[in-house]
């Protein structure tokens, strides 16, 4: 079989009620932003088409609930994942303690083939509340946690301001792309020798 | 077969995915060597699979999601393909040549969404074509899943304000008139799924119709993240259509999920602004919805967004936020007959920590919402639902925690009547709670008005409630709750001698009338309270002003007399004594004869009467010398009696060694050093020569009973009152009489068959010889003395 030239990636946001999930994604996509808090329902997502090394790729960006009574049918959206983005916010330490608990959720639930190795990045956002002051999780906090969860790469971001949100997604895409995981191969077991597919299967291009 | 249901399950999702994935390999290839008619047979073939009945919402998910990813694929070939040439409306056409219904119309989506994406036609057009031809999938699972794909791919070509689908002919209210219809057509689908099946398959289809919801409550989440919906389109359109369809659809899970979403997604600025259709609409949802929730979560959301921004304050007292609260409960109480106890009183619960935060000064709100509260229990009685009773502590608590300060709660006048609806054990424990609060905030209650309205509050631990029977209030709990209040009472207090004293009158009043168990805690600390504001005094003649004072100590004292009067009554006959002795000193710094000469009276007629046990009586002697001893108001004639009575109470106790102890103590009676008319050498030797007789006796008495000692020991300590006198140079008090004392301790056989004895003895001795050591006067008179 040719491996075929990957140009979806997917992404999954997680974290928990309120952090800025949906901003942040609004922020990249639309170039918008509201103050207003909307709950999200679901999984919902939108798309970005990104260029990265001459190539086109299409970034379908989930965003999730964060309310755990607005996700009512589970997460089998997370299957084929590509990269999992976990946001919380710096002025919240209640959502920079959950950060363990969605990322171990994701793993179990996504069942990614290589758990150890698979791309997560983190997104410290609402940097720009009250200039910073009301912040209750440092930098440094969040930098050891990335580091004792295997480097993950971390941004400092404001989706009101726009701030770094451009940043986080190049990286977010990069990684993706090099995630690695594969769609699932798949080889039909049965073979019908009179189909028109079995002979172009036999005259295959690899 | 139900109990193999989940395995059942398991084995046709995996027969689904595998016939699924064999259909989306042929159709991969198909897309890769680019056969569109391929690719669009394989596709349907594999949506075929999503036609099945078999799978719980849970499971058909992770088929729609696998189908979803293949879908996406195609999308890009189906792009792709109209940029090689294919016409697009051609292609809209061709897949609808797909056999089956289900097939067809995702296929028909996904055509559609290249459609509006190449804008070849009118967004509006292909989406109201999409969302009308989904009609003929009227299978509440399969239409759900298939409506919610519809949502999914056209929800980034709404034609939104500022969206690139947006044109002249394309407006934000065709993206909601689109959503709408979606959304009506999916809720009526959801609600539809109650009603089909057997009766008793009820719980379970219950439980799928929960799994789905958020696939209806999507579309409310499509609309506020549209740009267009702004307050007015949200008014004007949105939320009438939406609560319309809630009301009307008359499913009671269908109502308390939706109407959460709405709060939910949208944000509270158009709450704010709609709150009377929103609120309108609780009454008429069906009777067993959960409104309490769903009224709290609007309240609570509302609180946060007044917290975070307080630019907005205005608004809510523009729309009269508060009031529209308090009247929608207040006809959703109304409304739903048999809305449990527990549920209203949440209700309030709510709304009055709603109005404490974003109407932190307004007071009469709070208090308005106790009585609403009342009014709602009021005929019901005391409330036996013991979640009920947690929650009313709760709204009781409330303002306590908000304030930090209970003098603002005593302000609601409202507040001890919903009080009056806990049973006697949560009164206590809602005392218990406002006493906790004074104590962390160390708030000083300062007006009698104040007190009296607190001790309203606190009733529960000042009376003596009507228990019922069998229903004893724990010991330990009981002097729990005693002793707060005792520390409480020190909370009471003005600078102002006057205000002070309505304030502990007030207490008295309260206390005496609250039954004699918890005096024995109460007095003490009230004693004290009122001693200390007859120190505070200005003393007599001192009153530059000349003002008739009205609070005088003569007054407290007798306020003080009537409270301890109280305590006899109340078992305590110790503790009154004790504090008539107290009293007495007082009296004695006032320079109050004929009240000190009173207090030592009724000190002495309780030792006589009430103080029986030896050992009491020994303690109790001891603190009458000593007070008396300390006196300094008494003319010769009080002063005669009192001593006189003390000595005969001495000589009386049960124990020799008792009565040569306190007789020697009397001692100290007959000579003050610092007071000239009370030093009378006579009868300070006559005590200790007579205490000397009792130790004699006491030896005897010993001395049959073998074993029992310990009388050498009164010797010397007898040795040791008269070196004392001896030392202050009393006549009376010969160097003989010391020598003597020495040989009588000396001969004494016992001595050296008692360490402790013979250590006291000699310690005695070094005394005596440290003090001649010393030298001057003193040392002089201890020359004298020859061992």
């Known amino acids: ?206 | 077969m139900i109990a193999d249901g989940a395995e059942d399950e398991e084995k046709w999702l995996a027969a689904g995915a595998a016939a699924f994935k064999q259909n989306a390999y042929y159709m991969q290839r198909a897309i890769d060597s680019n056969n569109l008619k391929d690719a669009l047979k394989y596709s349907a073939q594999m949506l075929s699979e999503l036609r099945t009945s078999k799978l719980s919402p849970h499971k058909y998910y992770d088929l729609y999601m696998r189908a979803f990813d293949e879908l996406r694929k195609l999308e890009i070939f189906f792009m792709e393909e109209t940029r090689r040439g294919c016409s697009v409306i051609e292609l809209y056409e061709l897949v609808q040549h797909a056999g089956n219904i289900l097939p067809r119309l995702y296929l028909l989506c996904t055509a559609g969404s290249v459609y509006i994406k190449t804008k070849e036609a009118p967004a509006k057009e292909i989406l109201k074509d999409l969302v009308e031809m989904c009609r003929g999938i009227q299978h509440p699972l399969r239409g759900l899943f298939l409506r919610s794909y519809l949502a999914q791919i056209s929800r980034d070509k709404l034609p939104d304000i500022g969206s690139e689908y947006e044109g002249d002919a394309d407006t934000v209210n065709d993206a909601v008139e689109f959503v709408l219809l979606n959304f009506t057509e999916m809720n009526k689908l959801w609600v539809r799924m109650q009603h089909q099946g057997p009766a008793r398959e009820k719980e379970r289809r219950e439980k799928e119709r929960s799994e789905l919801r958020d696939l209806v409550g999507k579309n409310l989440h499509v609309l506020s993240q549209l740009e267009g919906v702004d307050l007015d389109m949200y008014r004007d359109t949105v939320l009438p259509r939406v609560l319309e369809q809630i009301v009307n659809c008359r499913d009671e899970i269908a109502q308390y999920y939706l109407m959460d979403c709405i709060i939910q997604v949208f944000p509270d600025e158009y709450h704010l602004q709609t709150l009377d259709v929103l609120l309108g609409a609780c009454p008429q949802l069906q009777p067993s919805v959960d409104i309490m929730t769903v009224l709290s979560r609007l309240m609570e959301r509302l609180s946060s967004y007044a917290a975070l921004n307080a630019e907005v304050l205005p608004y809510f007292l523009q729309v009269e936020a508060f009031s529209k609260l308090n009247n929608a409960i207040g006809k959703v109480i109304e409304a739903q007959e048999d809305m449990p106890i527990l549920s209203a009183v949440t209700l309030y619960s709510s709304l009055l920590k709603f109005t404490l935060h974003v109407h932190p000064d307004r007071l009469d709100y709070a208090d308005q919402v106790l009585g609403s509260c009342i009014k709602q229990l009021s005929g019901k009685g005391k409330i036996d639902d013991i979640r009920a009773t947690k929650e009313l502590v709760t709204l009781l608590s409330a303002p306590l925690e908000k304030y930090n300060d209970v003098v603002t709660a005593l302000k609601l006048t409202n507040y001890p009547l919903v009080m009056e609806f806990l049973d006697n054990e949560t009164k206590r424990i809602m005392a218990t709670v406002i006493i906790r609060s004074i104590m962390k905030n160390k708030t000083i209650i300062t007006t009698a008005e104040k007190v009296e309205a607190l001790l309203e509050l606190i009733k529960g631990l000042i009376n003596d409630l009507d228990e019922p029977q069998g229903l004893e209030v724990d010991e330990d709990d009981f002097e729990e709750e005693q002793n707060s209040v005792a520390r409480l009472i020190h909370m009471l207090y003005n600078d102002d001698s006057e205000e002070m004293f309505k304030i502990i009158s007030v207490l008295k009043n309260h206390f005496l009338t609250g039954g004699p168990k918890r005096l024995k805690f109460t007095v003490p600390p009230l004693v004290v309270s009122a001693l200390k504001l007859i120190r505070r005094l200005p003393v007599e003649g001192d009153n530059p002003f000349g003002k008739e004072a009205s609070v005088s100590a003569t007054k407290i004292f007798q306020f003080l007399n009537q409270i301890i009067e109280a305590l006899p009554n109340a078992p305590s006959p110790d503790l009154a004594f004790r504090l008539y002795l107290q009293c007495a000193e007082a009296a004695n710094k006032c320079d109050e004869e004929p009240i000190a000469y009173e207090f030592f009276t009724q000190a002495y007629i309780l030792y006589e009467e009430e103080i029986s046990d030896s050992k009491a009586q020994v303690t109790a002697l001891q603190l009458i010398i000593g007070t008396l001893q300390r006196m300094r108001v008494f003319g010769v004639e009080n002063r005669d009696t009192l001593t006189h009575k003390a000595t005969g109470y001495s000589a009386k106790l049960l124990k020799k060694p008792d009565q040569c102890r306190a007789v020697y103590a009397c001692s100290h009676l007959f000579w003050l050093e610092d007071h000239d008319t009370i030093q009378d050498g006579e009868r300070v030797l006559l005590c200790l020569k007579r205490a000397l007789k009792i130790a004699n006796s006491a030896q005897q008495m010993s001395g049959t009973a073998r074993g029992s000692t310990g009388s050498v020991t009164l010797f010397i300590e007898m040795l040791n009152k008269y070196l004392y006198f001896y030392e202050k140079g009393i006549p009376q008090i010969t160097v003989e009489s010391v020598e003597s004392l020495i040989q009588l301790v000396k001969n004494e056989e016992s001595l050296t068959s008692e360490p402790s004895a013979e250590s006291f003895f000699a310690s005695t001795l070094r005394f005596m010889e440290l003090k001649k050591e010393k030298g001057g006067a003193i040392g002089d008179r201890y020359e004298e003395i020859k061992l």
């Open chain 1, 1 to 206: 079989m040719p491996s075929r030239r990957r140009t979806l990636l997917k992404v999954i946001i997680l974290g928990d009620s309120g952090v800025g999930k949906t901003s942040l994604m609004n922020q990249y996509v639309n170039k918008k932003f509201s103050n207003q808090y909307k709950a999200t329902i679901g999984a919902d997502f939108l798309t970005k088409e990104v260029q990265f090394e001459d190539r086109l790729f299409t970034l379908q960006i989930w965003d999730t609930a964060g309310q755990e009574r607005f996700q009512s049918l589970g997460v089998a959206f997370y299957r084929g994942a590509d990269c999992c983005v976990l946001v919380y916010d710096v002025n919240s330490m209640k959502s920079f303690d959950n950060l363990n608990n969605w990322r171990e959720e994701f793993l179990i639930q996504a069942s990614p083939s290589d758990p150890e190795n698979f791309p997560f990045v983190l997104i410290g956002n609402k940097v720009d509340v009250d200039g910073g002051n009301s912040r209750v999780v440092s930098e440094k906090k969040a930098k050891a946690w990335c580091a004792s969860k295997g480097n993950i790469p971390y941004f400092e971001t404001s989706a009101k301001e726009g701030t770094n949100v451009e940043e986080a997604f190049q990286c977010i895409a990069k990684n993706a792309l090099k995630s690695g995981e594969e769609e699932e191969l798949y080889l039909p077991d049965t073979i019908d020798v009179g189909t028109s597919n079995q002979q172009r299967s036999t005259g295959c291009e690899c």
